[in-house]
């Protein structure tokens, strides 16, 4: 049986929120594993204890730059939110965007050698990245970035510094921007049903089935209610089949439909997403200066 400590029930219930109590149990059940721990958590307590997709977990930035039909779309990292907030880390993300956009680098390696000037720093992108980290006592890394390029018309759409999007469309331009609003806002995983991982899919379905079957009701029942919840799923997270934003009363799809306008991907970017941050422990860190205090009394 593993132990199970203090800081994983910390951490399983800043991914989920559930109660301390509920996390520990969850936590003993699956002998300390946090994926499975999780699981279990969300057949007790439903969607409640799902929080972790949205959950920002990283300081930084997002930019974006189009210009016709090409464009791109950066993460910049840092270690604090007062860094990102800096003039100068925003203007090497927006710089990094646009770089991308033009030059079309295979990857960050690539995109860090092309030539770009800040802050007296240079003649390269990486080297005014190492340039601000000496500058600001920082580490900043370049996490990601994706190039569009498929001839497509695109629309973007920044949330602050810590969301965002860009959609490749046909049609309407306004359509457009407001899916990339809506995008933001609802944070789909794919256009439509189809489009959904098999192993989400199943995963739901196991949830679902686990949930069902403390219902005692029969079996044939169970099952129907196992491919309601799994519907209800895939409606909830493609975008297609999600209630547009500003008007409820239809689908994005049927707003698309209506203005003649056809989505052909998205591509969503949150500040941090899947990164594990870092959690002071100012309990242990004051007890720590206490007891050095005393031994040196």
């Not at 002998?31 to 969300?42: P, S, V």
């Not at 569009?148 to 959609?167: D, E, M, P, Q, W």
């Not at 591509?267 to 007891?291: H, M, N, P, S, W």
């Amino acid at each position: 049986m593993a132990a199970i400590t203090a800081s994983m029930v910390a951490a399983l219930r800043a991914k989920t929120d559930a109660p301390m109590m509920e996390c520990k149990k969850a936590l003993t059940e699956a002998d300390g594993n946090m994926e499975k721990a999780e699981e279990i958590l969300r057949v007790k307590l439903g969607n409640k204890a799902s929080k972790a997709a949205s959950r920002i977990t990283a300081e930084g930035v997002v930019a974006a730059y189009v210009e016709g039909d090409a464009g791109a779309m950066v993460e910049i990292n840092c270690e604090t939110d007062f860094v990102s907030k800096n003039d100068s880390f925003i203007a090497l993300a927006k710089a990094a965007a646009e770089l991308a956009a033009k030059h079309n680098p295979a990857d960050i390696a690539a995109l860090g050698a092309l030539a770009y000037t800040q802050d007296s720093f240079g003649p390269t992108l990486e080297d005014v990245r190492k340039g601000l980290i000496g500058k600001i006592g920082e580490n900043m890394t370049i996490r990601r970035f994706k190039r569009f390029a498929s001839g497509a018309k695109l629309a973007s759409y920044l949330h602050g510094t810590r969301i965002g999007v860009v959609v490749e469309f046909d049609g309407d331009v306004v359509a457009a921007k407001d899916v990339a609003m809506h995008v933001a806002a609802m944070k789909p995983l794919a256009l439509a049903t189809s489009d959904i991982p098999a192993e989400l899919v199943e995963r739901e379905r196991s949830i679902a089935q686990q949930k069902a079957s403390e219902s005692g009701k029969p079996a044939e029942i169970v099952a129907r209610m196992v491919d309601g919840a799994v519907q209800t799923f895939l409606k909830e997270v493609s975008l297609f089949n999600q209630p547009f934003v500003k008007n409820p009363k239809q689908t994005v799809e049927q707003m698309l439909k209506a203005l003649n306008t056809r989505v052909k991907g998205f591509t969503l970017y949150v500040v941090g997403e899947g990164i594990e941050k870092k959690a002071d422990d100012f309990a242990a860190e004051v007890a720590a200066q206490v007891a050095a205090a005393k031994s040196k009394a």
